[in-house]
């Protein structure tokens, strides 16, 4: 009789561990956060919620995306950092963030290769230089006469300090050896609305976000950085069709990444649903409605992908004098 009660005891205390103690492999049993790194509107935040929409019918949870613009994501890195590294709070990044932005600052406020687990690569798509309707910049050669008929050159946007867009414009303005004042802003949707009040003139967008911009004839194309044509705007000369600059035909891509020390099981589990959104034909048009080319890579593909364009920004941070102290 005692052995039995012992038994009934050890059962019930088992249960209760099991029940505090939640079942790796059942994850996820409860909704995730994908912090969002621009504000609502901009194409980074339409590519997330495109993907987390899907994912979250694959793997019967609500993805539910919280918006943390700001410092060209340093502050939603800052609040994942904060997180339990339990796969139940993940972040959208895009190249900027694990390529660009750490490396403008002398002293880094994070380390991609410390702080992030690789999730996927989900997305990459072609950035294009635009120009605002109001300033008669059609083409380089009116960008740079424009330069230099004004104190400060042409004032250029970006999403942020330490962007693709910050960069890949302040290398441009250099090749041409014009002068250019950077005017940065929270998010694409501000330096759009700037574009098309003549406030800047200039500013490199990722594809999506200029796309209905060009069409509505609200914004100009000028070139594509790429090393061949978007077919969304065939008639967009590429940036190694106008100037020797291989280096500047880079494509910007997004993924997610989890707080590292995060399970293998919580990574691969959303991988996996991000594979099996390839299959999924409303998924796939809706990104590539916005000049996206849907992916869906290993995490550690993200982060041989990172180290891969560390290469190419950082020599180019280092030439343009673009690191600061803070």
């Known amino acids: 009789m005692k052995q039995l009660r012992?038994?009934?005891?050890?059962?019930?205390?088992?249960?209760?561990?099991?029940?505090?103690?939640?079942?790796?492999?059942?994850?996820?049993?409860?909704?995730?956060?994908?912090?969002?790194?621009?504000?609502?509107?901009?194409?980074?935040?339409?590519?997330?919620r495109i993907w987390a929409d899907c994912v979250s019918l694959k793997v019967a949870q609500p993805?539910?995306?919280?918006?943390?613009?700001?410092?060209?994501?340093?502050?939603?890195i800052n609040q994942l950092k904060g997180q339990p590294h339990d796969g139940y709070t993940v972040m959208s990044i895009g190249m900027s963030q694990m390529t660009i932005t750490p490396y403008v600052y002398k002293d880094m406020p994070y380390d991609p290769a410390k702080d992030f687990a690789g999730v996927t690569v989900f997305g990459a798509t072609p950035l294009i230089l635009?120009?605002?309707?109001?300033?008669?910049?059609?083409?380089?050669?009116?960008?740079?006469?424009?330069?230099?008929?004004?104190?400060?050159?042409?004032?250029?946007?970006?999403?942020?300090?330490?962007?693709?867009?910050?960069?890949?414009?302040?290398?441009?303005?250099?090749?041409?050896?014009?002068?250019?004042?950077?005017?940065?802003?929270?998010?694409?949707?501000?330096?759009?609305?700037?574009?098309?009040?003549?406030?800047?003139?200039?500013?490199?967008l990722v594809s999506g976000t200029a796309l209905p911009q060009v069409k509505a004839s609200k914004l100009v194309p000028i070139a594509i950085f790429a090393d061949k044509r978007s077919p969304a705007f065939p008639d967009v000369p590429a940036i190694t069709e106008l100037l020797d600059a291989q280096d500047l035909a880079r494509p910007a891509w997004i993924g997610v990444v989890a707080k590292k020390g995060v399970s293998d099981t919580a990574t691969q589990r959303?991988?996996?649903?991000?594979?099996?959104?390839?299959?999924?034909?409303?998924?796939?048009?809706?990104?590539?409605?916005?000049?996206?080319?849907?992916?869906?890579?290993?995490?550690?593909?993200?982060?041989?992908?990172?180290?891969?364009?560390?290469?190419?920004?950082?020599?180019?941070?280092?030439?343009?004098?673009?690191?600061?102290?803070?």
């Open 6 to 48: 012992l038994a009934t005891l050890a059962a019930t205390l088992f249960s209760s561990i099991a029940f505090l103690v939640p079942d790796a492999h059942a994850y996820p049993d409860r909704p995730i956060t994908v912090i969002a790194q621009q504000p609502p509107g901009s194409g980074s935040d339409a590519m997330t």
């Open 130 to 204: 635009v120009a605002g309707l109001d300033s008669n910049i059609k083409s380089l050669d009116d960008l740079a006469a424009h330069a230099k008929s004004v104190p400060g050159g042409v004032n250029f946007g970006s999403p942020g300090k330490g962007s693709p867009a910050h960069l890949l414009t302040s290398a441009l303005i250099s090749k041409m050896n014009v002068p250019g004042t950077h005017i940065p802003f929270i998010g694409e949707g501000a330096g759009v609305t700037a574009l098309i009040g003549n406030q800047i003139q200039v500013m490199t």
């Open 270 to 326: 959303l991988n996996e649903a991000t594979q099996q959104c390839l299959d999924d034909k409303d998924y796939v048009q809706r990104l590539r409605a916005m000049n996206v080319e849907p992916l869906a890579t290993a995490g550690e593909d993200l982060e041989a992908r990172a180290q891969a364009d560390v290469q190419v920004w950082r020599p180019l941070i280092d030439t343009l004098g673009l690191a600061t102290e803070n």
């Open 63 to 76: 993805l539910v995306v919280q918006n943390k613009p700001g410092a060209n994501g340093i502050l939603a």
